[in-house]
């Protein structure tokens, strides 16, 4: 799995978009990005994966650069409840194995 | 809307006691999963099932084990529980069809073994 590099914290006034970057440099033409958020002493929660086009859903949105060294995940209107350890993730999908997170970033909203 | 869940959020045993954590998912999903986290050793794969009565090794399965009779339950077992596996245990499942790292995680067992 190609190795990932996220700054260690960031912060985000409510209501303004949380932009979190990823550097991806080694990744594969086969390898997918996910990204999950961990809130304090919570589970992981899956927000979207993608591979080479931008991807949006209900939670966020991913934009992917051209030549898929980096990423981004835009939160569009962060809210208290999105204070999390965000992980990015580049993996190839297929069977089931596990997943390993890196050290993420710390997302903290500021009322 | 998807659905994890596990027995119990808090846990503690005595060292030596035979420990059953269940979890349970309603989406209908082939694969299962059983990590643990530990601070600064991150998420740690034990078991996982791809079907019912398979199983196989995650990467620290020493001194667990699992049970999966039916395709919504996935059972892991501390047969003799130990001080250092106190840890947050996380259930995680995933449809074959999405692949190996969509998964969803149930809300977590905080085990504490003294």
């Known amino acids: 799995d190609a190795k990932t590099t996220q700054p260690t914290s960031m912060d985000c006034a409510e209501g303004r978009a949380a932009n979190l970057p990823c550097n991806h440099s080694?990744?594969?033409?086969?390898?997918?990005v996910y990204w999950y958020r961990q809130i304090h002493s919570q589970g992981p929660q899956y927000i979207i994966h993608?591979?080479?086009n931008n991807e949006t859903n209900e939670m966020a949105s991913l934009i992917i650069t051209e030549d898929r060294k980096s990423s981004t995940l835009i939160l569009p209107h962060a809210t208290l409840r999105d204070t999390a350890v965000y992980y990015c993730?580049?993996?190839?999908?297929?069977?089931?194995?596990?997943?390993?997170f890196g050290s993420g970033t710390q997302l903290t909203v500021l009322p | 809307d998807v659905k994890v869940t596990q027995s119990s959020r808090y846990l503690v045993k005595r060292t030596g006691e035979k420990v059953f954590l269940e979890c349970v998912q309603d989406m209908d999903h082939e694969n299962m999963f059983w990590y643990r986290q530990d601070p600064g050793l991150g998420l740690r794969l034990i078991y996982f099932s791809y079907d019912v009565k398979m199983k196989e090794k995650g990467d620290i399965p020493e001194g667990y084990s699992v049970s999966r009779e039916k395709k919504e339950r996935f059972s892991l077992i501390l047969e003799s529980a130990s001080t250092n596996q106190t840890s947050m245990y996380l259930c995680a499942s995933s449809s074959r069809s999405a692949g190996r790292y969509e998964q969803y995680f149930g809300p977590g067992t905080r085990l504490t073994v003294t």
């Open positions: 993730i580049v993996s190839l999908s297929g069977s089931a194995r596990q997943l390993t």
């Open positions: 993608g591979l080479k």
């Open positions: 080694t990744i594969s033409g086969n390898e997918y």
